[in-house]
C-alpha cells in the first residue's frame, strides 16, 4: 500500500543516516568537542526512535526494539524511547518483557498517560494468552 511504501522509504532514510552518524562517531571527529558530540548524540537518539516508530508501522517488531534499546543507551530516561518498545514487544506477543518495559517507563515517568493504557491493555492481553494455553 502506499503508506507501507512511505514507510519503507522512512526506515531506509533513518537507517542511512544512522549509518552516517555511526561513520561520524567511528572517526572520532568529536571526540573532544563535548557540546557538538552530544548534538550528534541527540540526533542519533531521534533517529533511532524516528526508525523504531517506522518499524512498529512495519511490524518489524524486532527491529523496533533494537532501535528503542539505543536510542536509551545514549538517553537512559527516554519516554518516546520506553513506549515504542513497550508497544513492540507487547505487538510481538512479548507480553512479559512489555510489562517490564513499561514499569521502567512508568517508575520514571508516572504521568504517562499512553504508558498507562498500554500497560492495561497488556496485562489483559497476557490474561488472555494465558487462558488460550490452558
Not at 571526540?31 to 526508525?51: C, H, Q, T
Not at 511490524?59 to 518498545?85: M, T, Y
Not at 507487547?90 to 498507562?116: F, S, V
Request: aromatic residues 8%; hydrophobic residues 35%; positive net charge.
Amino acid at each position: 500500500t502506499k503508506i507501507r511504501t512511505h514507510f519503507e522509504a522512512a526506515a531506509k532514510a533513518w537507517s542511512m543516516s544512522l549509518r552516517s552518524i555511526d561513520y561520524i562517531k567511528s572517526k572520532g571527529v568529536y571526540d573532544n568537542k563535548p557540546e557538538e558530540k552530544k548534538v550528534i548524540e541527540e540526533r542519533e537518539v531521534k533517529e533511532n526512535l524516528n526508525a523504531a516508530m517506522a518499524q512498529i508501522k512495519l511490524k518489524g517488531w524486532q527491529a523496533a526494539i533494537k532501535h528503542c534499546d539505543a536510542a536509551l543507551k545514549i538517553d537512559p530516561s527516554n519516554e518516546k524511547g520506553f513506549w515504542r518498545k513497550a508497544k513492540a514487544q507487547c505487538e510481538w506477543g512479548r507480553y512479559k518483557e512489555a510489562l517490564a518495559t513499561l514499569k521502567e517507563l512508568l517508575e520514571r515517568h508516572p504521568d504517562h498517560e499512553e504508558g498507562i493504557k498500554l500497560l492495561k491493555r497488556t496485562e489483559e492481553a497476557q490474561r488472555r494468552a494465558a487462558v488460550t494455553w490452558t
